[in-house]
């Protein structure tokens, strides 16, 4: 029997604001990050399974294709809530939105998606 290794990977991603700053506060703008970051997965062919918003962190229990990149899911993923919060006017243009540094953890496990998965909904994601 040959072993295939899976086309896709889970992946969590925690994305924190520049020096903590408390920019996802207004219930609009995490609403609209959100959105904007379900649009961008789906644009790269990304399933975004849940996202948390909140104050000061962006979470993302997302499904990638394996060949993916770490570097190019958190880049792209920053860019879009950063422009969700530029284009909300809640952080001005030119002034740093998030801290260069991130979380990122590829899920081994169907166990550790659903952990993953139960967490995000109790701080306050959506699926």
């Given at each position: 029997?040959?072993?295939?290794?899976?086309?896709?990977?889970?992946?969590?991603?925690?994305?924190?604001?520049?020096?903590?700053?408390?920019?996802?506060?207004?219930?609009?703008?995490?609403?609209?990050?959100?959105?904007?970051?379900?649009?961008?997965?789906?644009?790269?062919g990304w399933r975004a399974d849940a996202i948390a918003i909140r104050p000061d962190t962006v979470?993302?229990?997302?499904?990638?294709p394996r060949t993916t990149p770490r570097d190019a899911v958190v880049r792209r993923l920053r860019?879009?809530?950063?422009?969700?919060?530029?284009?909300?006017?809640?952080?001005?243009?030119?002034?740093?939105?998030?801290?260069?540094?991130?979380?990122?953890?590829?899920?081994?496990?169907?166990?550790?998606?659903?952990?993953?998965?139960?967490?995000?909904?109790?701080?306050?994601?959506?699926?």
């Amino acid at each position: 029997m040959d072993f295939k290794p899976p086309r896709t990977k889970w992946c969590h991603i925690t994305l924190s604001t520049y020096r903590r700053r408390q920019l996802f506060k207004i219930a609009a703008t995490a609403r609209f990050c959100e959105r904007l970051l379900r649009r961008a997965c789906k644009t790269h062919g990304w399933r975004a399974d849940a996202i948390a918003i909140r104050p000061d962190t962006v979470h993302v229990l997302l499904e990638v294709p394996r060949t993916t990149p770490r570097d190019a899911v958190v880049r792209r993923l920053r860019a879009a809530a950063a422009r969700a919060v530029r284009e909300h006017a809640v952080c001005p243009g030119g002034r740093r939105v998030f801290e260069t540094g991130h979380w990122f953890a590829v899920l081994p496990s169907p166990a550790g998606v659903a952990a993953v998965r139960r967490h995000l909904s109790r701080v306050g994601g959506s699926q």
